[in-house]
């Protein structure tokens, strides 16, 4: 499974943002958990929200909860994250992962750059 991120970019504080992930290879895309991850520098790689393989309800950190969405499209292999209301502190690289209930099955992409900055 490939994963390709885009959509990143520098954007001021209060504005919106979407990120996407699309997934390529031999694969079922409902086989797998979803998640956005992010990092920023000097921190640890985080989780920002999840939809698992057999849920319909994503999951959210806090610290983006109310402000950030998360979507999926079967039939573009795609996922996305919304990001409304950025702040600075949003700042970082976005990771999306795709993991599976065996080994093996745990695939990354190489992360888009979001800034957050006046």
């Known amino acids: 499974v490939q994963l390709v991120e885009s959509g990143g970019g520098l954007v001021q504080p209060g504005v919106s943002l979407r990120v996407s992930c699309k997934a390529s290879?031999?694969?079922?895309f409902s086989w797998y958990d979803k998640s956005w991850f992010r990092q920023a520098p000097g921190k640890e790689r985080?989780?920002?929200?999840?939809?698992?393989?057999?849920?319909?309800?994503?999951i959210f950190a806090d610290s983006v909860k109310g402000r950030f969405t998360m979507s999926r499209d079967e039939s573009k292999n795609a996922i996305y994250l919304q990001m409304n209301s950025l702040k600075p502190e949003d700042t970082a690289v976005y990771y999306c992962n795709f993991k599976g209930q065996y080994a093996g099955m745990d695939y990354w992409g190489q992360g888009t750059q979001v800034t957050v900055s006046s």
């Open positions: 985080e989780l920002v929200a999840r939809i698992s393989s057999i849920g319909t309800r994503p």
């Open positions: 290879g031999q694969f079922t």
